[in-house]
């Protein structure tokens, strides 16, 4: 009996290697989203912080130079924080592209997949027609070549 041969087995080697590539692309997409996703979360609570200190002061007078001083920093804030928000959404769209590459990947490599099992499936009928085919070979010789008839 001769082993199975899938013709087409180099390129489903070669759709695994994909898959696996475009899974860990789609890792590193996933975690340079969370870390713009945590970036944001701690602009956005430095701004905040900001704010809070400068509502503190209450009906004491104001010092100018600390006034100007405190809204430079919580501008500052605020265009960190819009920055950090387009680094997410650049981010997310990151990892919504890789995520399409590697379903499409996956998907490439389950076809190929379960052509090799079909064919596999296809094999092993005809392997076992052959080897039913040469029994009824051998039993139809051991009654003497009349197919089972005596006469």
Do not use: C, K
């Amino acid at each position: 009996m001769a082993a199975f041969r899938f013709r087409l087995e180099q390129l489903l080697a070669l759709r695994r290697v994909e898959r696996d590539a475009q899974g860990a692309a789609l890792a590193r997409a996933r975690a340079a989203e969370d870390g713009a996703r945590r970036h944001l979360r701690e602009t956005a609570a430095q701004r905040a912080r900001l704010l809070a200190e400068a509502r503190q002061g209450g009906g004491a007078p104001v010092d100018i130079e600390a006034w100007n001083a405190g809204r430079a920093d919580y501008q500052g804030a605020r265009t960190q924080e819009a920055a950090a928000t387009d680094r997410l959404r650049a981010a997310e769209v990151d990892v919504q592209r890789a995520q399409g590459a590697y379903l499409e990947a996956r998907r490439e490599e389950r076809v190929l997949g379960r052509l090799r099992e079909r064919r596999r499936e296809e094999w092993q009928a005809s392997e076992a027609a052959a080897d039913q085919a040469a029994l009824d070979d051998i039993v139809g010789r051991r009654r003497g070549g009349t197919g089972g008839i005596r006469g």
